[in-house]
């Protein structure tokens, strides 16, 4: 399938017809609905006092099954994973668009109807938590410079029109009259905002920074595949594999040698922080995302410092974090270089203080004095910009601040 790259990089998404190919789709149709009932086995075991009796799926607006999880995928469903997230159409198509042509599967859900209606949906938002992310400025700048490092998939088994879109959103800011909308009602309809009509089958791909909601949870049957494929990943427990097919299986082993490679790398980056190398700094960024221009440098350099963040927050139990960032550092997010338990144990405690002193003031950089505010992120008032590049938050300014430290 033709992929226009340009029309994604301007529009912030795609759709594309007839992913899923007519005579495949009634087979994934029983397999999601295997899947479904499996996971609803799994809710009602795990409800809570007071909880009705089908646990989570009574509640939740939008039931999401995650297809890793242990006994969803087996004979019967492998190939909702075999006929979509990792056939070679699919991965051809990531290979397309990302920024690097070696896509690793992210998070594999499905994303169902609830059991009773929940008009207005998520509210309008990018999927951008600046916290450990990076302002929106220099976000948009890498994906125009560089492509995306990520793109999501909405890939619905039956007529889907629940996601809407703004065009273009996804790289520039919110606009003054998007705000006033947003302030005064994040699930109403915005100036600029489309519907996404998807037919059964049909796919549309996206970028995270695009602003976008899901309009209406209704009971109307809904079987939709959901999650991306990104330029780094991390797959630690394959069990899920076992009953895919060997060819399947060893898609995800691959993405374990990447995602092995690409620790090492910024681990070799950040040892050549503690060692002042300056050369060795900019071709440890080249190793872990290659041909990276400056605005794609200046991002792995912020996501660099929220990583040694996480590395302070786990090997030095005198630096001061909030419970978000512990919870944070608890968990991985490869998307940002965000490794999780284990990474940090490569680093001594000494070496882990070396690192935060030589990023400590590109972190200050990236901070207000004051908490700010803006709507449609991921996070809530926070001190860290949603929007400013800050003038010295750049990879060169980096190295150059190292002459600085004592």
């Not at 490092?149 to 273009?168: A, E, H, I």
Request: contains cysteine; hydrophobic residues 35%.
């Amino acid at each position: 399938m033709k992929i226009d790259r340009d029309l994604f990089i301007d529009q912030g998404y795609l759709v594309l017809r007839n992913i899923i190919p007519n005579d495949k789709l009634q087979s994934m149709r029983e397999s999601c609905d295997l899947i479904l009932e499996r996971q609803k086995v799994n809710w009602a075991r795990e409800r809570k006092p007071g909880d009705p009796s089908g646990g989570m799926y009574e509640i939740v607006r939008q039931p999401r099954v995650l297809m890793e999880k242990p006994g969803i995928i087996d004979e019967q469903t492998s190939n909702v994973i075999e006929d979509f997230w990792v056939a070679d159409e699919t991965l051809d198509m990531a290979s397309s668009l990302l920024c690097n042509p070696e896509p690793n599967i992210t998070t594999m859900m499905m994303m169902c109807n609830p059991v009773k209606n929940h008009p207005g949906g998520t509210g309008w938002h990018r999927d951008v938590h600046p916290i450990d992310m990076a302002p929106m400025d220099a976000l948009s700048a890498d994906l125009v410079e560089n492509g995306p490092r990520y793109t999501q998939w909405n890939v619905p088994m039956y007529d889907d029109s629940v996601l809407w879109v703004v065009p273009g959103s996804h790289r520039r800011r919110n606009t003054q009259q998007e705000n006033s909308e947003f302030i005064e009602d994040l699930k109403k309809p915005v100036t600029g905002g489309i519907p996404v009509e998807l037919n059964a089958g049909d796919g549309v791909v996206y970028s995270n920074f695009l602003l976008h909601t899901g309009s209406n949870y209704m009971t109307k049957k809904r079987r939709t595949l959901h999650g991306g494929h990104a330029i780094f990943g991390n797959y630690p427990e394959l069990g899920f594999t076992d009953n895919l097919a060997p060819w399947a299986r060893e898609k995800f082993e691959e993405s374990v040698v990447n995602s092995n490679r690409d620790k090492d790398a910024t681990e070799t980056t950040l040892r050549a922080v503690i060692n002042k190398d300056p050369d060795g700094y900019r071709k440890g960024l080249e190793s872990i995302q290659p041909g990276a221009g400056p605005a794609g440098k200046t991002v792995l350099t912020i996501y660099l410092s929220k990583a040694v963040i996480h590395i302070m927050a786990l090997n030095d139990p005198e630096f001061q974090v909030t419970e978000s960032t512990l919870a944070r550092a608890m968990t991985d997010h490869p998307i940002t270089l965000n490794w999780g338990p284990g990474f940090n144990k490569r680093f001594t405690v000494e070496e882990s203080r070396i690192l935060w002193d030589r990023f400590k003031d590109m972190d200050a950089l990236l901070q207000d004095d004051n908490e700010i505010y803006e709507p449609a992120f991921q996070n809530g008032p926070m001190c860290y910009y949603f929007n400013e590049l800050p003038e010295g938050v750049d990879t060169e300014s980096f190295i150059s601040s190292w002459n600085n430290d004592l």
